[in-house]
């Protein structure tokens, strides 16, 4: 059972000292203020306007926001990948810790430990980790501690961290909507969606425009007492697709020499910031507004190496790299934090603050002393700037009561920011010790901010197993395109400290050397370098046949984001990054179909989808789900209406060959199966 918290009966007196030199122009917080936290997925740094990155993007609703908060210009998510920084912001913990270190969480297999990995092709260096698939729920989060104080908790959108029994509603929400636990929205962001029970009110409806409408009919009900309420948008992951008529507004303001040219993608964008523009019109009618924190983030840079409209989803200059790249585009992530009577209106910041510092924020500015027993529970010092790897002691931070274990949070407050004073030395660390093999990928890594330097270290990248690293002063290279490590060995050997104290601090499960490394078959040249789909992962000339997508042992099919050989009859896919597919050019093949498949491969969700209209047409899709571990007949029915276009088979990602040896399309419209057995 978790501990009986003592609490308050009075208004928060000890709450408004906590809130000095207050700026003239807000008003301060009253009894318990609400908290909301809005977190975007995939929504890079330069996809607002928040930072004058783009003119293509319309934000208005985020420049609302900010007008009544704080903006944070170097404010950066857990990790380049989804699920690792959703359990860093409920916990405070950092996913070295937790072992999420990819958005694995809708898989059917769980995993609750993190272990060191058994094997890599000869072309890798090290071997990755095995990750967990699940938050467990012994880790206590800011729900479950807010709920015991007395708030009211919901959930509203994506959680991907797990289904039940680690669903929000076993990880202290009260409410959860709609209680889904795969990586994106079930289908289309336009309804008719494939939600398990939830289900559109109207035709056409879009999943952000129900959200945000829900999550205010929620507040509604709870306005009386204060309530947490986490609204994690579905927008701008993929599925690419959008209300038509913005599409088409967005359409004829296509610039072709702007990197942001897609209409679908700003569509999507327009959706995320109307569903902002609900929240605040709710609560401004409520009169909530001025009691009210409100936490608005991203969980990862933007997707750079998908595909719609012809182009990719969005760009990320002047940053360097996007979601699942340790570079600046996959971790800065846009944020502004509206906290009335401490963070001054209309006011930036340029303080280093990262998905592990809200939770201890929230909790030090809410008195968490007075949430908690003293004795379970501790703030940290009110001016306390962490400026080591070192995680904090129990009497530096505030200790993370769980209910079967205690640990101290990775993260800092960041309190001292939000009025106005610097956090000078702060280190923040995100550790990725994967390599999905997306354009700008980098093997295994781990790495450090500090001040206007940063250090990536590629675990045993060097030379005979040792470490190499990647050195950037981001103040003169915000496009990280000077290595400075050569230059300043004395830095990288002090940066480098701090993160081998924290993957110690942390517990963290690291990559290891792989003895089955052959350097005649690595290919350093491609490290780091955005590369055409289909060529960033390409074998050299000397290999076996079926050595790219254009060979005619793959019969048609193309490979993306892996490599496809074939042999004895069966196709061998290899380094299979998070979009991994097979794409078909299936013109004859119209109306329902299909699809039969014998693949081999981990357990996992994965999806097969068509393209009515070819490449930038709207995706229909329809999942499905392997058991995994040996050779499995798949039958998947695809409800076409009308042609085909492009079919697209997709494999989970893994770090293991997926071996499949036969897919036939049947339609009925009585044209000829298409059968193809390498």
């Given at each position: 059972m978790?501990?009986?918290l ?13 809130f000095?030199a207050?700026?003239d122009s807000a008003?301060a917080?009253?009894?318990?203020p ?7 997925d ?22 609302r ?5 704080m903006?944070?210009?170097r ?7 989804c ?15 937790t ?13 609750l430990q ?14 990755m980790?095995?990750?967990v ?5 012994e880790?206590r989060t800011?729900?479950e501690?807010l709920k015991?104080?007395g ?9 991907h961290l ?8 076993q ?7 709609p209680?889904h ?14 939600f398990?029970n ?8 879009h ?14 009900q709870?306005k009386?007492?204060?309530f ?12 690419f697709?959008a209300k038509?008529a913005?599409i ?5 303001r296509?610039d ?7 209409p679908?993608?700003a ?17 401004d009618?409520?009169?909530?507004a ?5 936490i ?10 998908n ?9 990320n200059r ?9 570079f600046e ?10 906290w009335?009577?401490t963070?001054?209106?209309?006011s930036?910041?340029?303080?280093l ?35 080591s790897?070192?995680?904090p002691?129990?009497?530096e931070?505030?200790k993370?009561v769980s209910?079967?274990?205690t640990a101290?949070?990775?993260g800092?407050?960041i309190?001292?920011?939000l009025?106005?004073?610097?956090l000078?030395?702060?280190?923040v ?13 980098l093997p ?7 001040d ?8 045993h990248g060097g030379e005979?197993?040792a470490?190499?690293?990647l ?14 490590a ?5 830095l ?15 517990k ?10 052959d350097?005649?078959?690595?290919r ?8 055409s789909?289909?060529?960033?992962k390409?074998p050299?000339?000397?290999?076996a046949?079926?050595k790219d997508?254009?060979?005619?042992a ?11 050989a074939?042999?004895d009859?069966?196709?061998?896919l290899?380094k299979i ?20 498949f014998?693949?081999k491969?981990?357990?996992?969700s994965?999806h097969?989808?068509w ?12 999942d ?8 499995e007949?798949?039958t ?12 697209r088979?997709?494999?989970p990602m893994?770090?293991?060959p ?7 399309l049947?339609?009925?419209?009585g044209?000829k199966?298409t059968r193809?057995g390498f």
């Amino acid at each position: 059972m978790k501990p009986l918290l003592l609490l308050i009966v009075s208004s928060f007196t000890i709450l408004h000292s906590s809130f000095s030199a207050q700026p003239d122009s807000a008003k301060a917080l009253t009894g318990k203020p609400n908290i909301i936290v809005i977190l975007a997925d995939d929504l890079g740094w330069s996809d607002t306007t928040l930072y004058g990155t783009t003119t293509f993007y319309q934000t208005p609703n985020v420049e609302r926001l900010a007008k009544r908060g704080m903006t944070f210009t170097r404010a950066y998510s857990a990790s380049p990948l989804c699920s690792p920084t959703r359990s860093a912001l409920l916990t405070g913990l950092s996913p070295a810790r937790t072992g999420i270190t990819v958005p694995n969480c809708h898989e059917p297999r769980v995993v609750l430990q993190a272990t060191t990995g058994k094997k890599a092709p000869p072309d890798q260096k090290a071997i990755m980790p095995d990750p967990v698939t699940r938050l467990k729920t012994e880790y206590r989060t800011l729900a479950e501690t807010l709920k015991d104080a007395g708030y009211a908790t919901a959930h509203f959108g994506k959680w991907h961290l797990g289904p039940e029994p680690y669903s929000p509603l076993q990880q202290g929400f009260d409410f959860d909507l709609p209680h889904h636990p795969g990586p994106g929205p079930a289908g289309s962001f336009v309804a008719p969606w494939k939600f398990a029970n939830f289900k559109e009110k109207s035709p056409g409806e879009h999943i952000e425009d129900r959200m945000a409408a829900e999550a205010v009919a929620w507040m509604e009900q709870q306005k009386e007492k204060p309530f947490y309420l986490n609204y994690w948008m579905f927008s701008v992951h993929a599925p690419f697709d959008a209300k038509k008529a913005n599409i088409e507004t967005h359409r004829g303001r296509v610039d072709p020499k702007d990197a942001q040219r897609s209409p679908t993608y700003a569509a999507m964008i327009q959706s995320m910031d109307d569903a902002i523009g609900t929240l605040l019109d709710g609560l401004d009618r409520l009169k909530l507004a001025d009691n009210t924190i409100i936490i608005f983030t991203a969980d990862n840079g933007g997707n750079m190496y998908n595909e719609v409209d012809g182009t990719t989803p969005t760009s990320n200059r002047p940053l360097r790299g996007g979601k699942a790249t340790m570079f600046e585009g996959g971790t800065r992530v846009p944020c502004v934090i509206v906290w009335p009577g401490t963070a001054a209106p209309g006011s930036r910041s340029d303080a280093l603050v990262q998905s592990e510092d809200f939770h201890p924020t929230l909790l030090e500015g809410l008195q968490s002393s007075h949430l908690a027993p003293r004795d379970e529970q501790s703030a940290p010092p009110a001016n306390k700037a962490p400026n080591s790897s070192k995680t904090p002691s129990a009497k530096e931070s505030p200790k993370l009561v769980s209910r079967r274990e205690t640990a101290s949070f990775d993260g800092h407050s960041i309190l001292p920011a939000l009025k106005g004073d610097t956090l000078a030395g702060k280190a923040v660390f995100q550790y990725f010790p994967h390599n999905p093999g997306v354009p700008d990928w980098l093997p295994p890594a781990v790495s450090v901010h500090r001040d206007d330097w940063k250090l990536i270290r590629l675990f045993h990248g060097g030379e005979n197993g040792a470490h190499r690293h990647l050195l950037f002063n981001l103040r003169d290279d915000l496009g990280e395109k000077n290595n400075l490590a050569a230059q300043k060995p004395e830095l990288v050997d002090e940066l480098d400290a701090l993160i081998e104290g924290f993957l110690i601090d942390t517990k963290a499960v690291v990559p290891v050397p792989n003895p089955a490394f052959d350097p005649a078959k690595y290919r350093p040249e491609l490290e780091g370098k955005q590369q055409s789909k289909g060529k960033a992962k390409a074998p050299a000339k000397s290999a076996a046949k079926g050595k790219d997508d254009g060979d005619p042992a793959l019969q048609g099919w193309k490979a993306r984001d892996c490599q496809a050989a074939v042999k004895d009859g069966t196709l061998r896919l290899t380094k299979i990054g998070s979009a991994c597919f097979l794409g078909f050019a299936a013109g004859k093949h119209s109306g329902p179909t299909t699809a039969k498949f014998r693949i081999k491969a981990k357990a996992g969700s994965s999806h097969f989808d068509w393209l009515p209209g070819g490449v930038g047409s709207k995706e229909q899709r329809v999942d499905f789900t392997l058991k995994g571990g040996d050779w499995e007949e798949m039958t998947v029915e695809l409800p076409a209406e009308g042609p085909l276009g492009i079919v697209r088979l997709y494999v989970p990602m893994q770090d293991t060959p997926v071996e499949i040896d036969g897919i036939e399309l049947t339609s009925k419209n009585g044209s000829k199966p298409t059968r193809t057995g390498f």
